[in-house]
């Protein structure tokens, strides 16, 4: 673990969170810092994507206490989390396609116009701020008019990302964003993990990919059956030690091998 | 902080052209899809009936149509978050027969329509409670709900219709003119624009077609997405009210059995304006073409001496072809997913 000096970023202590007789979360707890960036990982199942969905308020957990920056808060709803500066980019991306990217990027914030103290959108300013986050971001689509469903799924996953990233988070949570991306595209995606942590945004991260955790991560977490089994600050562990511990038993993985058998070979 | 120059879209030769008149088309697809049938049916009746393009006649048309139109705004904002309203009928009926008991009763008629416009949000209210936070299923709610109304309104009148004062001033809602307008019509103009621009100009327009794309996304985005769908039922149930003042108005009667098989005339206005049944998808401007398509069959048909007995037959052969054209003809507007 770290030193304890400063106030954690987030502080999430013995959060358990049951669905039917499945015990999803069992006392999980989660630590993060001004700037760190956590790899979350664990097998399918393992409670990575509803621990984090707890931190975004979109799942409310039966019991345990959430920190933020030292404060104890409790997320009713995604708005409070969006409240507390906590983003996250889901899984399954949550993006509306029959409405345009940039009411996707501002779903939630729109920027208003008051006529006769009735909020209309201002439809102007949306686009304009669209193009100004997509050009800073290096995410290329033509028009900002175009509906989310004629987008590929690359373009469809930056602008989930986009979206997380570009409203000033203190803590942006990633769920598998690099699933759907090509190499270049991924490479993208670790570079702004990079730039965001480096401005003291904490990251955490939750990928199957192991090998982007060694390029971006400070520590990793991990998690088996809804419990936190270990966690690693990133230059003390390998990606055959991450294995081990995800599949939760001495595991000769072929792909941590083909690593390991490169070294060796001349 | 330049993320990436390897780009995640277009590449430099273009890909993405600028849209013409054709690709404009194909992406309105439904849009122009009815009001090719609209036109079409307006030229075909201007030359069988010599009666039917004429101003009193529109004006007529218009003036009979108001309901529908009013309605089917309305209808537009819940089919389009994915949710059905069948008690819209029904709810006509009620606020009809109620009117004209509270008017008879002797209550000043302002105070009647904001009885009914009150009545109206209740009943949507009620059932956008059920939809929302209890999750029945819409259709399943409001098919409840128009029997529950219909019953109510038949055991208020016991089934005979209650006359209204011809001399009250309420019968100048759905008869008088304004400036050679007559007034339901510019009710119904009324009510049309302001939901044209809520559904396109406003952050709830916006998050309504957002929850019959993707709910939980919209509610992820910190959107209170459970009122949003209570609302828009509460804006069907004032609707209806307001046909319903608009049809006793006008008819100088208020009888629980207007209104029977209102809402599907209502429907097939809004999906004939290509408004999607599945949610996600809508059309103010389509909803006003496809109401008025169904108004002017029923209008042209009578003017030809049809049998009035055709028009369903010809509205329901319309909805179709016209639903089939959408998917055939203007398929390829959208990736397929």
Same mark, same amino acid.
């Given at each position: 673990?770290?030193?304890?000096?400063?106030?954690?970023?987030?502080?999430?202590?013995?959060?358990?969170?049951?669905?039917?007789?499945?015990?999803?979360?069992?006392?999980?707890?989660?630590?993060?810092?001004?700037?760190?960036?956590?790899?979350?990982?664990?097998?399918?199942?393992?409670?990575?994507?509803?621990?984090?969905?707890?931190?975004?308020?979109?799942?409310?957990?039966?019991?345990?206490?959430?920190?933020?920056?030292?404060?104890?808060?409790?997320?009713?709803?995604?708005?409070?989390?969006?409240?507390?500066?906590?983003?996250?980019?889901?899984?399954?991306?949550?993006?509306?396609?029959?409405?345009?990217?940039?009411?996707?990027?501002?779903?939630?914030?729109?920027?208003?116009?008051?006529?006769?103290?009735?909020?209309?959108?201002?439809?102007?300013?949306?686009?304009?701020?669209?193009?100004?986050?997509?050009?800073?971001?290096?995410?290329?689509?033509?028009?900002?008019?175009?509906?989310?469903?004629?987008?590929?799924?690359?373009?469809?996953?930056?602008?989930?990302?986009?979206?997380?990233?570009?409203?000033?988070?203190?803590?942006?949570?990633?769920?598998?964003?690099?699933?759907?991306?090509?190499?270049?595209?991924?490479?993208?995606?670790?570079?702004?993990?990079?730039?965001?942590?480096?401005?003291?945004?904490?990251?955490?991260?939750?990928?199957?990919?192991?090998?982007?955790?060694?390029?971006?991560?400070?520590?990793?977490?991990?998690?088996?059956?809804?419990?936190?089994?270990?966690?690693?600050?990133?230059?003390?562990?390998?990606?055959?030690?991450?294995?081990?511990?995800?599949?939760?038993?001495?595991?000769?993985?072929?792909?941590?091998?083909?690593?390991?058998?490169?070294?060796?070979?001349? | 902080?330049?993320?990436?120059?390897?780009?995640?879209?277009?590449?430099?030769?273009?890909?993405?052209?600028?849209?013409?008149?054709? !690709?404009?088309?194909?992406?309105?697809?439904?849009?122009?899809?009815?009001?090719?049938?609209?036109?079409?049916?307006?030229?075909?009746?201007?030359?069988?009936?010599?009666?039917?393009?004429?101003?009193?006649?529109?004006?007529?048309?218009?003036?009979?149509?108001?309901?529908?139109?009013?309605?089917?705004?309305?209808?537009?904002?819940?089919?389009?978050?994915?949710?059905?309203?069948?008690?819209?009928?029904?709810?006509?009926?009620?606020?009809?027969?109620?009117?004209?008991?509270?008017?008879?009763?002797?209550?000043?008629?302002?105070?009647?329509?904001?009885?009914?416009?009150?009545?109206?949000?209740?009943?949507?209210?009620?059932?956008?409670?059920?939809?929302?936070?209890?999750?029945?299923?819409?259709?399943?709610?409001?098919?409840?709900?128009?029997?529950?109304?219909?019953?109510?309104?038949?055991?208020?009148?016991?089934?005979?219709?209650?006359?209204?004062?011809?001399?009250?001033?309420?019968?100048?809602?759905?008869?008088?003119?304004?400036?050679?307008?007559?007034?339901?019509?510019?009710?119904?103009?009324?009510?049309?624009?302001?939901?044209?621009?809520?559904?396109?100009?406003?952050?709830?327009?916006?998050?309504?077609?957002?929850?019959?794309?993707?709910?939980?996304?919209?509610?992820?985005?910190?959107? !209170?997405?459970?009122?949003?769908?209570?609302?828009?039922?509460?804006?069907?149930?004032?609707?209806?009210?307001?046909?319903?003042?608009?049809?006793?108005?006008?008819?100088?009667?208020?009888?629980?059995?207007?209104?029977?098989?209102?809402?599907?005339?209502?429907?097939?206005?809004?999906?004939?304006?290509?408004?999607?049944?599945?949610?996600?998808?809508?059309?103010?401007?389509?909803?006003?073409?496809?109401?008025?398509?169904?108004?002017?069959?029923?209008?042209?048909?009578?003017?030809?001496?049809?049998?009035?007995?055709?028009?369903?037959?010809?509205?329901?052969?319309?909805?179709?072809?016209?639903?089939?054209?959408?998917?055939?003809?203007?398929?390829?507007?959208?990736?397929?997913?």
């Amino acid at each position: 673990m770290m030193s304890d000096g400063e106030t954690y970023r987030v502080r999430m202590t013995g959060i358990s969170k049951r669905y039917g007789p499945i015990q999803t979360l069992d006392d999980v707890s989660l630590n993060l810092k001004p700037g760190d960036v956590l790899g979350l990982v664990g097998d399918n199942g393992a409670g990575k994507s509803t621990l984090s969905k707890v931190l975004s308020g979109a799942v409310i957990p039966d019991s345990g206490t959430i920190e933020i920056d030292g404060k104890a808060v409790s997320f009713s709803s995604p708005a409070d989390a969006r409240a507390a500066r906590v983003e996250m980019v889901y899984q399954d991306l949550s993006l509306c396609d029959t409405v345009d990217v940039a009411g996707n990027l501002f779903l939630g914030r729109e920027p208003r116009r008051h006529v006769l103290g009735v909020p209309f959108l201002d439809n102007r300013r949306m686009h304009d701020q669209t193009r100004e986050m997509l050009d800073r971001l290096g995410i290329v689509i033509a028009d900002t008019r175009l509906k989310v469903e004629n987008l590929s799924g690359g373009q469809r996953q930056s602008i989930a990302i986009g979206r997380a990233a570009s409203f000033d988070p203190s803590v942006l949570i990633m769920d598998e964003p690099t699933a759907a991306l090509a190499v270049a595209e991924v490479e993208a995606v670790l570079e702004l993990i990079r730039a965001v942590s480096a401005r003291g945004v904490s990251v955490i991260l939750i990928t199957h990919r192991l090998q982007d955790l060694f390029l971006v991560c400070d520590r990793i977490q991990v998690m088996y059956e809804g419990r936190n089994v270990a966690e690693r600050n990133i230059g003390d562990t390998s990606i055959e030690e991450v294995v081990n511990l995800i599949v939760g038993r001495k595991f000769t993985a072929r792909s941590a091998r083909a690593s390991r058998d490169e070294g060796i070979q001349p | 902080m330049n993320v990436t120059s390897a780009g995640v879209g277009a590449s430099p030769p273009k890909r993405v052209h600028n849209s013409t008149w054709k !690709d404009v088309a194909i992406a309105n697809g439904s849009a122009v899809s009815i009001a090719l049938f609209f036109i079409v049916v307006c030229v075909v009746f201007s030359l069988v009936t010599g009666s039917f393009l004429t101003t009193p006649n529109l004006l007529n048309i218009v003036r009979q149509s108001a309901p529908l139109l009013i309605v089917a705004a309305a209808m537009t904002f819940v089919i389009t978050t994915g949710g059905i309203d069948l008690s819209v009928g029904s709810v006509l009926a009620l606020t009809a027969t109620l009117s004209a008991v509270l008017l008879q009763a002797g209550l000043p008629w302002p105070l009647v329509v904001l009885a009914m416009l009150a009545l109206g949000a209740a009943i949507g209210a009620l059932q956008g409670f059920f939809i929302a936070y209890e999750r029945i299923p819409a259709f399943i709610v409001t098919l409840a709900g128009l029997s529950v109304i219909r019953g109510v309104a038949l055991l208020i009148t016991g089934g005979y219709s209650i006359p209204v004062e011809p001399t009250s001033f309420f019968v100048n809602i759905g008869r008088a003119w304004f400036l050679g307008v007559p007034v339901p019509a510019l009710l119904a103009l009324v009510v049309l624009i302001v939901a044209y621009l809520a559904f396109n100009q406003t952050p709830f327009g916006r998050y309504v077609t957002g929850i019959g794309a993707n709910t939980e996304a919209v509610r992820r985005a910190g959107v !209170d997405t459970r009122f949003m769908t209570l609302f828009v039922y509460v804006l069907s149930g004032m609707a209806a009210a307001v046909a319903g003042i608009i049809l006793a108005a006008r008819l100088g009667s208020g009888s629980s059995n207007s209104g029977q098989g209102f809402e599907l005339d209502v429907i097939a206005a809004v999906v004939l304006g290509g408004t999607s049944l599945f949610g996600g998808r809508g059309t103010i401007i389509g909803t006003v073409l496809g109401a008025l398509t169904v108004a002017v069959i029923g209008n042209g048909l009578i003017l030809a001496h049809m049998s009035p007995f055709l028009t369903p037959i010809v509205t329901g052969t319309i909805i179709l072809v016209a639903i089939w054209l959408n998917f055939r003809l203007f398929k390829g507007a959208t990736r397929s997913r």
